[in-house]
């Protein structure tokens, strides 16, 4: 019970800063272009900042060879979903246009904007390092082969004419996975950080919670919360979201990793468990529109799969502990 009065004292906090950005918005006080300013502050600048500091306070040259070793169950959650949700697609008939973003869904998750702040306010700092391997099999999975799903699901193509996918390279080296590198990096030369440098990057650091929920609360202002509806192919991929996808991470961390030998530290399965039934990509509305695909359901998913994780965290803690 305490993890789930703990878990719902976070949301609330979450809640709030999201309402004010959504508040915010819908006043008026925030202009067009402040969203798309405030995520390249985020992502370029204050989490790069977050995860450098994150790494030098909390990891240690013995334990990166286990953290590195934890990439295996991520990737292995990540793959059972894609081949879940491929197998979904074929039983319910989801139409061409929506098949990219439903199988997007499920499998991959918005580990930035909420799932970073939701780790750093249930677990603290101290599961950054366990978060950042979570991220970035995610990242590879998205831009390697999500983004490919999406644009070959362009209903304005016939088979003939479907588009040769080439991997966005520099989207599967954003700022912030650079900022993990650079921190390893530094790490291993075992050189001390100067308290300026450190101070530094801890306050802009400090930017990427409360900048991301209220990026969360502008982007909800602008789909309209109004316009937000539940059909099957929606319900099905929230269903994936929240419940398939923590379900086979809790699996893999009961059952495989025991199996092959693999120590998980409880901090780390927890974050795993709880990043795995974070919310859509942000990002799903843009790509289904630049492949002419219903960009209405990718926002309809966004929309609610972010509303909707605001009751589902606290019951994920329940059974987790």
């Known amino acids: 019970m305490t993890a789930f009065l703990t878990s719902v004292s976070s949301i609330v906090v979450i809640v709030l800063i999201m309402l004010l950005g959504y508040v915010l918005r819908r006043a ?17 600048i204050a989490l790069p900042a977050s995860i450098f500091i994150s790494v030098q306070n909390n990891l240690t040259r013995g334990k990166l060879l286990n953290l590195f070793a934890g990439l295996l169950l991520p ?18 008939k989801v139409p061409v246009g929506r098949r990219g973003t439903f199988i997007n869904t499920i499998a991959n ?30 990242t590879v999975s998205t831009w390697a082969f999500g983004v490919f799903l999406i644009k070959n699901d362009d209903p304005t193509l016939i ?19 650079v900022g993990f590198i650079v921190a390893v990096l530094w790490l291993l030369t075992g050189l001390k950080l100067p308290t300026f440098a450190s101070q530094t990057f801890t306050y802009v650091g400090n930017l990427v919670t409360p900048m991301s929920l209220i990026y969360i609360g502008i ?7 109004k316009n937000v509806k539940f059909d099957k192919d929606t319900i099905v991929a929230l269903l994936g979201r929240f419940i398939l996808a923590p379900l086979v991470m809790i699996l893999l961390i009961r059952l495989v990793a025991p199996a092959i030998g693999f120590s998980m530290a409880p901090l780390m399965s927890k974050t795993f468990i709880v990043q795995s039934a ?13 492949a002419h695909g219903d960009v209405d359901y990718a926002t309809n998913v966004v929309v609610l799969s972010t509303i909707l994780f605001i009751v589902v965290v606290p019951i994920l803690m329940l059974i987790i502990g």
């Open 159 to 177: 088979n003939k004419e479907k588009q040769e996918h080439k991997i966005e390279w520099k989207k599967l080296l954003p700022m912030p996975l």
């Open 278 to 290: 974070t919310p859509a990509l942000a990002v799903l509305p843009v790509l289904a529109n630049e």
């Open 109 to 138: 998750a918005n580990t930035i904007f909420i799932g970073m702040p939701l780790n750093v306010a249930l677990f603290g700092n101290e599961a950054m390092p366990y978060f950042l391997i979570y991220y970035i099999i995610n």
């Open 28 to 44: 008026g006080w925030l202009a067009d272009s402040f969203a798309g300013n405030i995520s390249k502050i985020i992502t370029q």
């Open 219 to 225: 982007v909800l202002a602008n789909s309209g919360i």
């Open 75 to 92: 990737a292995l959650g990540v793959v059972i979903s894609y081949v879940i949700a491929f197998i979904l697609v074929k039983i319910i």
